[in-house]
């Protein structure tokens, strides 16, 4: 069964820092990545998707993806205390695009 | 944005009890998914249903059974709750199935089997 494997498990950053967070899937077939954002008692919310090589940016949030190595980071600049959240990487193939297999998550801390 | 409701928010079931959760979602959505979370293992997939009156098998389906009466609801069923279903337990929909749906979560409910 495909794997999503998530590190670190936990990042602590100063407020105004760059938080960088990692995402690999063992699934060859895998084409398609997610990040959702969970606060802490809420519900997964997505932030940012990714289907082709390279780099997409948002506001302070800029995702990679290497689809050779099927690595994908996700990198938050000016890191805010509101961004302190577990964060949730997902994939899925491209004949079940319906299926997301999540990783265990990374916990982010942003310290004020 | 996608409106998906859950009922309860919070239960405690004995061991061996039938539990039902339920989701409601107002957005025409076809797609209806049901994860659940545990520390340490992110969200699995449990049952998903693409179309009302049908519901397909997803990760870890073994234990719990679904309904789709209609588009708008999709039901999670526990006929023999275990201590191994303490979870929190999350309704999802998509407007598709296809690659470029993002998937809308539900607040959760909070299940604890004593």
């Known amino acids: 069964q495909q794997k999503v494997q998530q590190s670190p498990e936990s990042l602590i950053v100063p407020e105004g820092g760059m938080a960088s967070l990692n995402c690999t899937s063992s699934d060859r077939n895998v084409d398609y990545f997610w990040w959702y954002r969970q606060h802490s008692g809420k519900s997964p919310k997505m932030l940012m998707s990714i289907f082709s090589n390279g780099e997409k940016e948002e506001g302070r949030f800029t995702v990679h993806l290497n689809k050779a190595s099927l690595h994908t980071s996700l990198h938050i600049r000016d890191s805010q205390p509101s961004d302190s959240a577990l964060y949730l990487c997902?994939?899925?193939?491209?004949?079940?695009?319906?299926?997301?297999?999540f990783g265990t998550g990374t916990s982010l801390l942003v310290d004020p | 944005e996608a409106a998906v409701t859950q009922s309860p928010r919070s239960k405690v079931a004995v061991t061996g009890g039938k539990v039902t959760l339920s989701c409601h979602q107002t957005n025409n959505h076809d797609y209806m998914y049901w994860y659940r979370q545990d520390t340490g293992h992110g969200l699995r997939l449990i049952h998903y249903?693409?179309?009302?009156?049908?519901?397909e098998k997803g990760d870890i389906p073994d234990g719990y059974k679904a309904s789709r009466p209609s588009q708008e609801n999709f039901s999670l069923i526990l006929e023999l709750a275990s201590l191994s279903q303490t979870a929190v337990y999350f309704c999802?929909?998509?407007?598709?199935?296809?690659?470029?749906?993002?998937?809308?979560f539900g607040p959760g409910t909070r299940l604890t089997v004593l």
């Open positions: 999802a929909s998509s407007v598709t199935g296809d690659n470029y749906a993002e998937q809308f």
């Open positions: 249903s693409y179309v009302a009156d049908s519901t």
């Open positions: 997902a994939a899925s193939t491209s004949n079940m695009g319906y299926k997301l297999t």
